[in-house]
């Protein structure tokens, strides 16, 4: 199983609908959860971090549920700007980041 | 925010040249860096992990004395891709974080095309 997975996609949304994604992780003991979006041919860029207690900004909203060992990411109203792929980022033990291999979104007027 | 600076953004070379590559961060002090490298339509791997004044522990798979790494100072690591092939055409992408919790920041990345 690996360390940490995400739904490839992509996901075909109209502007203005709600989407959501899951990443699901392995390591119980991971402490640190992380989501970045990446443009095509662009670096990763941190879009939120995710605490346990759930956390919002703006259209934007990130949860973790470690009981089940995953992390979501809600984006309201979305925009033909939010098309890109979105990295969840999981920080276990050791301290090193291991990447899931991205959901790809894309939003059609 | 946390900026780091990566340079340069694009390299073509001949293949057995060997290149450079720096990765800064700006505006804070970096206690790990790590070098990634992204092929078209694929995930970013992991290729090392770099602390400052210490050996840089390398992924399985990618080879030390083919991608030197040296992290001289808490603001600088490079990237040294030694007598480089067609087949190491890539984006190469460092990022750092000053603390262990810290989200990781990325730099700009550098696109390498070996000709």
């Known amino acids: 199983r690996k360390e940490v997975e995400q739904d490839p996609g992509p996901f075909n949304v109209p502007e203005g609908a709600t989407v959501a994604f899951n990443c699901t992780y392995s390591?119980?003991?991971?402490?640190?959860f992380f989501w970045y979006r990446q443009d095509c041919r662009k670096e990763p860029k941190l879009l939120m971090s995710?605490?346990?207690s759930g956390n919002e900004d703006g259209r934007f909203t990130a949860q973790l549920n470690r009981a089940s060992q995953y992390i979501s990411l809600l984006i309201r109203d979305s925009k033909l700007s939010d098309s890109a792929t979105y990295l969840c980022?999981?920080?276990?033990?050791?301290?090193?980041?291991?990447f899931g291999r991205g959901t790809s979104l894309i939003v059609h007027p | 925010g946390a900026v780091v600076s990566q340079h340069p953004s694009r390299v073509i070379c001949k293949s057995g040249t060997s290149v450079k590559i720096e990765c800064r961060s700006l505006?804070?002090?970096?206690?790990?860096m790590f070098w990634y490298r992204q092929f078209p339509k694929q995930s970013l791997m992991l290729m090392a992990t770099?602390?400052?004044?210490?050996?840089?522990?390398?992924e399985q798979g990618v080879e030390k004395d083919k991608f030197l790494i040296n992290h001289a100072s808490l603001t600088l690591s490079t990237l040294t891709v030694t007598s480089a092939h067609p087949e190491d055409s890539s984006f190469y992408i460092c990022?750092?974080?000053?603390?262990?919790?810290?989200?990781?920041?990325f730099g700009d990345g550098t696109r390498l095309s070996i000709l």
């Open positions: 390591n119980s003991a991971s402490q640190s």
């Open positions: 990022s750092a974080k000053d603390r262990v919790d810290q989200p990781q920041h």
């Open positions: 770099s602390n400052e004044g210490s050996k840089a522990t390398y």
């Open positions: 980022v999981v920080t276990g033990g050791s301290y090193i980041p291991t």
């Open positions: 505006d804070f002090q970096a206690t790990t």
């Open positions: 995710v605490y346990s």
